[in-house]
């Protein structure tokens, strides 16, 4: 039987889907998520960067790399000058290190809409979770499973949680948008 759990545990996963999309959107800030999306070519096979180095931050405009196997230095800094992020690494031999350049107005702009769109499709997918529990719950009520009044009441508490996490979501949103903006 579909209850209002159901539908918070799939509201979670899309506010939690969300919060790691926007990990990855550049602030302007040195930040280790900025390359989660990085896949290196490594042992036959493309890994996650995060599993074949450190990523650190020393200063708050400055990421370095350090892979576990030193022969990895040339495809770990191929790998993030391909990954198509902005960014420029220098390889010393043992580490590379990567300048975050400061965010100009155009490109903050830029990244306000992207999140904007990413916003949007975490509340299509809150309003999809509600969307399946709620036809689940009809379905029910035309099979003379439950009754109209504990229907109605589920419906209600559905509502709710879903403004709850609409506005979860659009609390995130506020949050990063100043993050971004921020000089």
């Known amino acids: 039987m579909p209850t209002v759990e159901d539908a918070k545990t799939r509201m979670e996963a899309a506010l939690e889907a969300l919060r790691r999309e926007f990990a990855t959107v550049r602030t ?6 900025l390359l989660d999306t990085v896949r290196v070519e490594a042992y036959g096979s493309k890994m996650p960067l995060n599993q074949l180095a450190t990523i650190s931050t020393p200063e708050s405009s400055l990421l370095v790399v350090q892979p576990f196997d ?10 993030i000058m391909t990954a198509d992020l902005g960014l420029n690494p220098a390889n010393d031999g043992n580490i590379i290190r990567i300048p975050i350049p400061p965010l100009n107005e155009e490109r903050r702009q830029e990244y306000v809409k992207l999140l904007h769109r990413m916003t949007e499709e975490g509340r299509v997918s809150i309003r999809h979770a509600r969307r ?3 036809d689940e719950l009809h379905q029910l009520v035309r099979d003379h499973e439950l009754s109209e009044d504990e229907s109605r009441r589920r419906e209600d508490e559905l509502e709710k949680l879903t403004k709850e996490y609409v506005e979860k979501v659009d609390e995130l949103l506020k949050n990063k948008e100043t993050e971004v903006m921020a000089i």
């Open 132 to 134: 399946t529990v709620r």
């Open 28 to 33: 302007g800030k040195a930040t280790p998520a």
């Open 70 to 79: 030193k022969t990895l230095l040339a495809d770990v800094e191929r790998a």
